[in-house]
């Protein structure tokens, strides 16, 4: 044996400073892609449930105003709460929320008293 006590010819490779701090920067770089990738994806799904609440949101307004115009031509849809002259209805928007809209009639006009979304909580 030799002085060092290397036995058959085989040593450890010797890692340099130069080498921990590469191997370090390329984890690092590593974490930051990972990290980066998983807030894309969270945007990209917050971003699709926000267009389907809009997309909801919207069809429920039109069916609102498709009961007021019927109104308007002297019809009253079912589901309408007659209450003197103030006429009251809800739409769902989701399976947690509703349209509600309540409008009264002065002479030949229609005033809007009510049109927003409420949470119903069970």
Request: glycine share 10%; with cysteine; hydrophobic share 45%.
């Amino acid at each position: 044996m030799n002085k060092r006590g290397k036995r058959s010819g085989f040593s450890f490779p010797v890692v340099g400073g130069t080498s921990l701090l590469v191997m370090f920067a390329v984890l690092c770089l590593i974490t930051f892609a990972v990290l980066s990738l998983s807030t894309v994806k969270a945007g990209d799904r917050l971003g699709e449930a926000s267009a389907e609440a809009v997309m909801e949101y919207y069809a429920a307004d039109y069916e609102a105003e498709r009961i007021l115009a019927q109104l308007r031509s002297g019809i009253l849809p079912e589901g309408v709460v007659v209450e003197g002259d103030v006429y009251g209805y809800s739409c769902p928007v989701s399976e947690t929320q509703r349209l509600q809209v309540s409008v009264q009639k002065v002479g030949e006009d229609w005033k809007v008293l009510r049109w927003m979304v409420v949470t119903e909580w069970n």
